[in-house]
């Protein structure tokens, strides 16, 4: 059974960092693009950023660009999305997903069960 695992997530400070990890079994990575997505409550699930399967391309929502940087490491089979200067509004549960490139969940195949992220003071 492919599992997606994310992990990384939890309080922090405005201002402050966190860096999440989407580790795979069962499913090769460097495949597939990899999305980031999040979740506030009441609000629907949003792309965050994505990365091609051939590293070539990697998209960010507008309200993250510039503080969060995704990559991977494809020995390590795992994907990870570095968020700096975090604000309040970034508070969510957030997901990673494999398939198509893209910042629209459609594209997505597998999921991941979620981390928590909780931006406050």
């Known amino acids: 059974q492919v599992q997606l695992a994310e992990s990384g997530g939890g309080l922090v400070q405005p201002g402050g960092s966190l860096r999440l990890s989407c580790a795979a079994s069962?499913?090769?990575?460097?495949?597939?693009?990899i999305g980031w997505f999040r979740q506030a409550p009441g609000k629907e699930r949003e792309g965050v950023s994505s990365?091609?399967?051939?590293?070539?391309?990697?998209y960010y929502a507008e309200s993250v660009k510039g503080r969060f940087t995704i990559s991977r490491d494809n020995a390590k089979n795992t994907v990870y999305l570095q968020m700096n200067s975090l604000r309040p509004e970034d508070t969510g549960v957030y997901y990673c997903a494999a398939g198509r490139f893209s910042l629209s969940p459609n594209f997505y195949n597998y999921w991941g069960q979620g981390t928590q992220v909780t931006v406050s003071s």
């Open positions: 990365i091609s399967s051939s590293d070539d391309y990697t």
């Open positions: 069962r499913l090769t990575l460097d495949y597939y693009s």
